[in-house]
């Protein structure tokens, strides 16, 4: 089976990538010939692999239509979705900007899963995302949260994590209380730092406007009119996850963001976040929402994505061995 498809040059340069990289990843995956010919591109192979590839170039000509550049991890999501009966929500990917960077690049979402997160995060008062590295969920938090600051629809952003060592004892630290602290928080302002810039980052947070603080600077506040992000929630105790929640006020949104796989608690201790998914999810409040993202949602270098599916599976396989042989580890 053979189609042509009719693209233009410049669609046609992007979809093949530098030195026909791209093109050639979809070739191997799905064993198919793409040839550009006579100004168009042709597709042959099997019928079915053929109707796969035709929806992989599709999509990612329209990425190229909505004006923007196709990388490697546009090619991977669209390979890994080939199948996915959902074309219609993946389509839809290429259209919304949430905010742009201080070098002018967009945030959007770029996967499902991403766009599923966003649309909570607008329809909700209170989104719990959980999910390993990379899937964006601090990151799309915190241009939610700036373009809702910008547009004045809150007064101030709040972000705070606990201050937990991940697995290392980093002994004493001098300086005074901030310079103990602005490691732990050191994530969130490199995300600050791409969206806003350092200047209006300054500036706001000297107005205090924006603050970065651990989650205990929290207890005995009520955060009104704000913006407000727990990153790293897997890493708080149950009394710690439901002061934070408690601390929530009129016009204010919260985002809690954390992965289960990756706790820096005690091996005794119980995990906030674990707590409050069971306690709320099953409650179905109105105004939370509990959204979860895996390895497909990863938009880091391509590597990443299979390094966490590796430890994915790797876990999976060890608690089926466990189900299997009660009583053993």
Do not use: W
């Not at 992007?14 to 030195?19: C, D, P, V």
């Not at 010939?33 to 042959?44: C, L």
């Not at 105004?287 to 497909?296: P, Y």
């Amino acid at each position: 089976m053979t189609v042509t498809l009719d693209y233009s040059a410049d669609i046609q340069r992007e979809i093949f990538g530098n030195h026909d990289g791209y093109v050639r990843k979809i070739e191997d995956d799905l064993h198919v010939a793409i040839i550009p010919r006579d100004g168009a591109v042709k597709v042959s192979g099997e019928s079915r692999q053929v109707s796969s590839a035709v929806a992989v170039l599709d999509r990612l000509a329209g990425i190229v239509r909505g004006g923007f550049d196709i990388e490697e991890q546009n090619v991977d999501y669209s390979l890994e979705m080939k199948d996915e009966k959902d074309a219609a929500a993946l389509s839809s990917l290429d259209g919304e900007i949430i905010c742009h960077t201080i070098n002018g690049r967009p945030v959007r979402p770029k996967t499902i899963g991403q766009q599923k997160y966003v649309d909570a995060i607008r329809d909700n008062l209170i989104v719990f995302a959980n999910g390993p590295a990379g899937t964006g969920k601090t990151f799309l938090a915190m241009a939610m949260a700036i373009t809702a600051f910008q547009n004045k629809e809150v007064e101030r952003i709040i972000l705070t994590r606990p201050a937990i060592e991940a697995g290392e004892k980093l002994g004493f630290l001098p300086g005074d209380l901030q310079s103990k602290v602005d490691p732990y928080l050191r994530p969130l302002y490199d995300a600050l730092y791409q969206i806003m810039g350092a200047e209006k980052f300054q500036a706001n947070m000297e107005k205090g406007l924006i603050e970065v603080a651990p989650l205990a600077y929290m207890r005995g506040r009520t955060l009104d009119n704000a913006y407000i992000i727990l990153d790293e929630a897997q890493n708080t105790t149950p009394e710690q996850m439901k002061m934070f929640l408690t601390r929530f006020g009129f016009g204010s949104h919260a985002v809690i963001t954390g992965d289960a796989t990756q706790k820096d608690l005690a091996p005794a201790s119980v995990s906030g976040l674990d707590i409050a998914t069971r306690v709320l999810a099953r409650r179905r409040i109105e105004g939370i929402s509990f959204i979860t993202l895996d390895a497909r949602d990863v938009v880091r270098h391509p590597i990443v994505q299979k390094i966490v599916k590796a430890y994915e599976d790797y876990e999976q396989s060890h608690a089926d061995h466990r189900r299997s042989k009660p009583g053993k580890i």
